[in-house]
C-alpha cells in the first residue's frame, strides 16, 4: 500500500484494513495492487512537481530487497503472521520518531542516517508486497525527514507508482490476481477516482501541523489494528 489515494494519508491504509476483513490479508493484496496502479497513475501528474525521482532513487535499492524478501515470505508464512508483524513494524517506527521528538537532538543523527533510511526502505518494500501496508511505514519516514505536505504526496506519488508496477507481476505469480480480482476492481475504480479529485481540494485546506497529526493518528491505528486484531 503507499500513500494516500485520496489526499489523506492513512486513508487508503483504512482501505487495506477493510478489504483484508472482507476478503483475507494474503487475497486482498492481489485485489488492491491494480486499483493502487490506476491510481498513482492519475495521481502521479497532479503532484509531480512538488518532487523529483532523485528524492526516490536512494531508497529504490533497500525497498527492492525488501521487495524480494517479502516475495518469498508471502508465500511461505500465513495471515495473522503477516498481519502482527506488519503490525510492530509500524508501531516501533512510530516510537521511534514520537521518542525522537521528545528527545531531540539525541536521536536526530541515527533517524537520518544511511543505515535508518535503508531499514526504511526494507520495510517499506517487505510490507508493501505482504499486505499493501507501507503507507504508515512511508508515513513515519516521511515526518523523520519532515517532509511538508506537497513534498510528501510528491514523492509518495513517484516512490509508489514504481513499487506498485514492480510488485503486479509478483502479486501475479503467486496466483493473488485472478478474473473475480478484476472484477472487483472494475467495479471500485470510478469510486478510487472520484475520491482522488475530492481529496485533492481537501488537501489544500488542511495545514501543516493537521496533516503530520493525521499522519499520526492513521499510523497509529493501522499499527494497533494489524498486531492486536
Not at 42 to 60: D, G, H, I, Q
Not at 220 to 227: H, K, P, S, V, Y
Request: charge should be positive; proline fraction near 3%; hydrophobic fraction near 55%.
Amino acid at each position: 500500500m503507499g500513500f494516500s489515494k485520496t489526499g489523506f494519508p492513512g486513508l487508503a491504509m483504512v482501505n487495506v484494513l477493510i478489504m483484508a476483513e472482507i476478503f483475507g490479508a494474503k487475497i486482498s493484496v492481489g485485489i488492491i495492487v491494480p486499483m493502487l496502479i490506476a491510481c498513482d497513475l492519475t495521481v502521479y501528474p497532479m503532484f509531480r512537481r512538488y518532487s523529483s525521482w532523485k528524492e526516490v532513487l536512494s531508497l529504490l535499492p533497500s525497498i527492492f530487497v525488501g521487495l524480494i524478501s517479502g516475495y518469498f515470505l508471502l508465500d511461505h508464512i500465513d495471515e495473522l503472521t503477516a498481519r502482527k508483524g506488519i503490525g510492530v513494524i509500524i508501531l516501533l517506527m512510530l516510537m521511534l520518531q514520537l521518542s525522537r521528538i521528545r528527545l531531540g537532538n539525541a536521536l536526530s543523527k541515527m533517524t537520518h542516517s544511511a543505515s535508518f533510511q535503508w531499514a526504511s526502505g526494507l520495510l517499506i518494500g517487505n510490507s508493501t508486497i505482504m499486505a499493501n501496508a507501507a503507507g504508515p511505514v512511508f508515513s513515519i519516514y516521511a515526518l523523520v525527514e519532515k517532509m511538508t505536505k506537497e513534498t510528501f504526496l510528491g514523492v509518495g506519488a513517484r516512490c509508489f507508482l514504481l513499487i506498485n508496477i514492480i510488485k503486479l507481476p509478483m502479486i501475479a505469480n503467486l496466483g493473488l490476481i485472478t478474473k473475480n480480482s478484476l472484477k472487483i476492481n472494475l467495479v471500485v475504480l470510478p469510486c478510487l477516482i472520484a475520491g482522488i479529485f475530492i481529496g485533492r481540494k481537501l488537501i489544500q485546506i488542511i495545514p501543516q501541523r493537521g496533516f503530520e497529526i493525521l499522519l499520526y493518528s492513521f499510523s497509529a491505528i493501522a499499527g494497533i489494528r494489524l498486531f492486536f486484531f
